[in-house]
């Protein structure tokens, strides 16, 4: 089964940094390009960035809103995509979910992992 | 950027009955390979989105033939032919042809 599994979600404090996960599983990981999206509570789709395939020469790209603070990486041999969250801001509070991209779209997505950012 | 602008934001719909979304972007989507990265999802109440059609009119694997897209240039619309109650959700036009990845608003779609 094609799956993806965020983790790492949690309560920060502002200003604090966080690392999130995506485990992919049930489909050759490297072979696709990653994005992250989020959605603030009650509130619609922002997507926060995307990283091509090793293939694509593996380079990202950011949302202005987190440009500078957050970076996508990705580890193919372990299948896993990862969001690091620096400076964070309570305006970053949300849930984030990594997706597949095939063909200009988000084909498959995980579940989500919910980040608050709160003193 | 690209400012994706869905029509309307809430539509009650019978069920049964057909329901239409509509989603206008400030700039043509036609991508410099020849594709229009148009493409809709559907998010239901506590559920992570799901993609229903790809480059405008292509439904995705498993999504019921009663969802339809259609559309050209910087004008697109998803039709759902007979309303049915699983079809209640939001539903968000979304465009990669341009970094940043936009999505519209999204449009709340609830029965009568």
């Known amino acids: 089964e094609v799956q993806l599994v965020e983790s790492g979600g949690g309560l920060v404090q502002p200003g604090r940094s966080l690392r999130l996960s995506c485990t992919a599983s049930?489909?050759?990981?490297?072979?696709?390009?990653m994005s992250w999206v989020r959605q603030a509570p009650g509130k619609g789709l922002e997507w926060v960035g995307f990283?091509?395939?090793?293939?694509?020469?593996?380079?990202?790209e950011y949302a202005a809103s987190v440009k500078g603070r957050f970076t996508i990486s990705r580890d193919d041999s372990k299948s896993i995509a990862y969001l690091q969250m620096n400076s964070l801001k309570t305006e970053d509070t949300a849930v984030y979910y990594c997706t597949r991209s095939l063909g200009g779209a988000f084909d498959i997505w995980g579940q989500g992992t919910m980040v608050t950012v709160s003193s | 950027d690209i400012v994706m602008t869905q029509t309307p934001l809430s539509s009650p719909v019978t069920l049964g009955q057909p329901a239409s979304i509509s989603c206008r972007s400030s700039?043509?989507?036609?991508?410099?390979?020849?594709?229009?990265?148009l493409s809709w999802l559907q998010q239901r109440p506590g559920q992570p989105p799901r993609l229903l059609i790809y480059?405008?009119?292509n439904r995705f694997s498993g999504v019921p033939d009663r969802f339809s897209g259609s559309g050209a240039g910087t004008d697109f619309t998803l039709k759902i032919s007979r309303v049915e109650a699983e079809d209640v959700g939001v539903y968000y036009c979304t465009q990669a042809t341009q970094f940043p990845y936009t999505f519209g608003q999204g449009t709340k779609l609830e029965i009568k």
């Open positions: 480059k405008i009119s």
């Open positions: 990283i091509r395939s090793k293939a694509y020469g593996g380079t990202t």
């Open positions: 700039q043509s989507l036609v991508h410099s390979d020849g594709n229009t990265y």
């Open positions: 049930g489909f050759t990981f490297g072979d696709y390009a």
